[in-house]
């Protein structure tokens, strides 16, 4: 051997060893036992948040993801969604907010981990339930969701098409990325039954085809308890603690734990407590769980026509730790951050620690995770009205109904899921400082041209029968069905009294007759079959009839959903009455003409161009329909978040610079029994379900996300809306988003934090310690107050400052009459 080929090998093989070295550091190892899912060989307790990309923008997402960072979130969590990046069949999308390898890399590049749910199914309240129209459509399709091959095909290529986008961006963390587990289908458990025996191998086949993807993480599948191995079945629900998974190596998880619940047209505001969403979790964690995801994180907004349903509003708010604007979402945020800490500092106890479970009666239990150096106990009081001394290891524990205490050490009560030391933030909306709205707004309209279908009832195509919408039209929410009815006064339906009946799936109906408009109907939330029947003049000799449905997003939950009518389903008759005697004549297979949207949209749903000269600026009408209006305003000054209030108006779509910020209805009032004015108000003990804590009487949706970066600062932004009810654009103007008042509180020996997100609180309105009453914007002292003046003690350290933190300190406050009484430091500020 001469030295040349010895300096050679050595070379050789110190690039190699460094080749090797950089493959393998970089890569993680994900897998799994019966007890938690472990990272290079490590049990994890993993805390989860959804955030889903197109739900906010690209410039939006550094936000969301580091304030999730910091409210102690391990990993973020979302649907991949196939009808957005796939509109057309093998044309794809993943620009702007669709970007979602970009997305995954922002996630990385905050240090966190991803959870990929490709689904493709994706339920989500999204439109369709992620699927394409076009998948519906194709020749040869039975049913999606089971095992039909064209379906399967199309699914496994979308999948496997998603899978190798991540790889090769190495974004998986057995590739170094920050993936760590991936899903396949979607709660398909609750629905399989109406499949029949197919269920069982498709969900066998899904099973093996996302296996075969060599991800090199774990694969989940929610909420199927049949879920084959290697797929690990994970739980979905308001709580979780009773869940045990199929299999005894698949470790408790929870993929899906609502943090609210989602908003409907017609529907009052769901609420989810923090003591309660904070008990449910820490429940979980008391009975062995070690992995949640908190669905949503931030809900964000259903943009264009992605809101599924139907009816599902265009904010999808959630009532999540993070609001709509992507502003925390207080107390909800700061008392779940608290818990996550508290969680973590003890992720060796719960992933390793000999569990014990002690029932002490009246619905207290007691859990103690023990290793060999340490352990830490959970005191819960599951009884929904009586609060609990619990007498443990010769201490006492004051353990108040519905509520979790967690003792790191067993001894010292760090943390309970009743007793919030986080302030409550009371957001205010206020008028936009760069010009004075909404007299400045000054309007210019133009009318839908409708002439061709209600006169001339001309289409693009014809069938002789009725179609239904989502075979016809993927283009808008808006389509036309167009009929001429020859009559004769012999007819035997000819009489004074002749009605027209359509029996619809679309949610809403206008219908016209010989160009008169006849009247319009909309069904209910959860309620898809109507019946519209109106008073109509005919005419001997042809008549046009024009029917225009309009949808509200197509369904997305459900067995069989995908194949659920939408639109004129029939019949459509017309009815005639002579002598009391009602004749009716079935018009449905009649010859029908189509035609799809409206004439300045696109396909896309976007806007497109008008000449100039179609505006009018005289004579704005009002309350008139199928109507078009634009104004250009000023950006708010400064970078809080914009919402659009759209009060005055009845229904339709808004876009602001050519990008649409969805559908509005601000004519639409949440009627519901069920109501609760304020989140304070309402009791957080006792299961939560999405009746519980609503608020009604207001529409269901009055204000609209603009995101800041659809507005150009220092010139005129357009807005342009169109109106298909009738209504009145002279009130809407646009607002900021912020905090307006914050009430701290902090049980004794906390800390009270109260800030103003930035900005100088100006004064104090409300201070005591004791035990405080009321709630933030309407405390009262309680019987047990206070000796010092709390008042001048916190205004004196606040006011002029962002932020004050003050101690609940007995030695500081003082207080009188409290024998035994729970204590606490509460103070309203205003910012
Ligand atoms: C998806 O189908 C197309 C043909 O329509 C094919 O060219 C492509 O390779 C398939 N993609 C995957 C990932 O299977
Ligand atoms: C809750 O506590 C009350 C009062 O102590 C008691 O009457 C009731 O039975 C308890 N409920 C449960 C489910 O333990
Ligand atoms: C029309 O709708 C009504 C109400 O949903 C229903 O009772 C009736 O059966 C429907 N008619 C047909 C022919 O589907
Ligand atoms: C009120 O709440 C109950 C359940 O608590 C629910 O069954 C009912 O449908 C709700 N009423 C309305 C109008 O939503
Ligand atoms: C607060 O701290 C004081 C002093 O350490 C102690 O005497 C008191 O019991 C504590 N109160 C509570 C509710 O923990
Ligand atoms: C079974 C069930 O209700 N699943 C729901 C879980 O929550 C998501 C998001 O709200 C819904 O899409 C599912 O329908």
Known sequence: MTCLTFTAIIITFFWLSLLLLTTTTDATKVSHDGRAIT?????????????????????????????????????????????????????????????????????????????????????????????????????????LRTADTVYMNEMQNFTAMIVDMVKQEKLFASQGGPIILAQVENEYGNVMTSYGDAAKAYVDWCSRMADSLNIGVPWIMCQQGDAPQPMIDTCNGFYCDQFTPNNANSPKMWTENWTGWY???????????????????ARFFQLGGTFQNYYMYHGGTNFGRTAGGPYITTTYDYDAPLNEYGNLNQPKYGHLKEL??????????????????????????????????????????????????????GALYDVPAWSVSILPDCK??????AKVNTETWVMEKKANEAEHEPADLKWVWRPEIIDDTVIRGDGEKTASKLMDQKVVNDVSDYLWYMTSLNLDENDPIWSEDMRLRVNCTGQVLHAYVNGEYVGKQHAKFGIYNYVFEKKIQLKPGPNQI??????????????????????????????????????????????????????????????????????????LPTQRKMTWYKTTFKA????????????????????????????????????????????????????????K????????????????????????????????????????????????????????????????????????????????????GSFAKGACQEKNDALHIIKKECVGKEKCVIRADEGVFGSKDCQGLRKRLVAEAVC
């Open 263 to 281: 908003k409907t047209w017609g529907g009052s505001d769901p609420m989810r407590t923090a003591e309660d969403l904070a008990y449910a979790a």
């Open 546 to 619: 024009t029917l225009l449905s309009a949808t509200v997003g197509f369904q997305h939950y459900g067995a069989k959903f995908d194949v659920v009518a939408n639109g004129v389903s029939g019949p459509v008759e017309i009815i005639g009455k002579k002598d009391n005697i009602r004749v009716i004549k079935d018009i449905s297979s009649q010859k029908w003409s189509y035609k799809a949207g409206l004439t300045s949209i696109d396909r896309n749903n976007k806007l497109l161009e008008v000449d100039s000269s179609e505006w009018k600026a005289q004579e």
């Open 39 to 143: 990272i290079d060989g490590q049990r994890r307790l993993i805390i989860s948040g959804s955030i889903h990309y197109p739900r906010s923008t690209t410039k939006m997402w550094p936000d969301l993801i580091k304030k999730a960072k910091d409210g102690g979130i391990d990993a973020i969590e979302t649907y991949v969604f196939w009808n957005a990046h796939e509109p057309f069949r093998r044309q794809y999308d993943f620009s702007g907010n669709l970007d979602l390898i970009r997305f995954i890399k922002t996630i990385q590049d905050h240090g966190l981990y991803a959870v990929l749910r490709i689904g493709p199914y994706v339920c989500a309240e999204w439109n369709y339930g992620g699927f394409p129209l076009w998948l519906h459509n194709m020749q040869g399709i039975d049913f």
């Open 636 to 691: 708010p000054i400064g970078r809080d978040p914009v919402a659009l209030d759209l009060e005055g108006l009845g229904k339709g779509h808004a876009w602001v610079n050519g990008m649409s910020i969805g559908r509005y209805w601000p004519s639409n009032i949440a009627k519901d029994s069920n109501c609760t004015d304020n989140k304070a108000a309402c009791d957080y003990r006792g299961t939560y379900d999405n009746y």
């Open 693 to 776: 804590c609503v608020k009604c009487g207001k529409p269901s949706q009055r204000w609209y996300h603009v995101p800041r970066s659809f507005l150009v600062d220092g010139e005129m932004n357009e807005l342009v809306l169109f109106e298909e009810f009738g209504g009145n654009p002279s009130m809407v103007n646009l607002q900021t988003v912020r905090v307006g008042r914050t009430c701290g509180s902090a049980y004794e020996n906390k800390t009270m934090e109260i800030s103003c997100q930035g900005r100088t609180i100006t004064d104090v309105v409300f201070a005591s310690f004791g035990d405080v009453r009321g709630r933030c």
């Open 412 to 417: 010292n009560e760090a943390y309970n899921t």
């Open 340 to 393: 996550h800490a508290i969680l973590h500092s003890m992720e060796k106890l719960l992933t390793h620690g000999d569990v014990s479970h002690q029932d002490m009666g009246n619905s207290i239990s007691v859990t103690v995770y023990k290793t060999s150096d340490e352990s830490g106990c959970f005191l819960s009081n599951t009884n929904t009205t009586a609060d609990a001394m619990v007498n443990f290891q």
